[in-house]
């Protein structure tokens, strides 16, 4: 199993920007989907963003325009570029791959972002 290492969450004001970055302990290439689940204090996690080996991709409405995510298959890598941050974007962010974003084999441990106003 892939052990997936979170990094780039902080604390930014809002209107500012984050790049989150997702490593994996083993090659993705083979693996289809990729993605960004977050959970915010007392809410349900929801998929924030999520791409696939073909190139297809899935956001949230709410990030929509704000958030990109990418991966780097030569760097077993995923990105999560988070622009204009909103207060309701403060959450914990987690990694996700696997054959589906909605089931994913592998979690990593998340990073925290918090958005001051």
């Known amino acids: 199993q892939v052990q997936l290492v979170e990094s780039g969450g902080g604390l930014v004001q809002a209107g500012g920007s984050l790049r989150l970055s997702c490593y994996a302990s083993?090659?993705?290439?083979?693996?289809?989907?990729v993605g960004w689940y977050r959970q915010a204090p007392g809410k349900q996690r929801e998929l924030v963003a999520g791409t696939t080996s073909s190139g297809s991709t899935n956001y949230l409405d709410s990030v929509k325009g704000r958030f990109t995510i990418s991966r780097d298959n030569t760097k077993n890598t995923v990105y999560l570029q988070m622009n204009s941050l909103k207060r309701e974007d403060t959450a914990v962010y987690y990694c996700?791959?696997?054959?589906?974003?909605?089931?994913?084999?592998?979690w990593g441990q998340g990073t925290q972002v918090t958005v001051s106003s």
């Open positions: 083993g090659s993705i290439f083979s693996i289809n989907a």
């Open positions: 996700v791959v696997g054959k589906s974003w909605f089931r994913p084999d592998s």
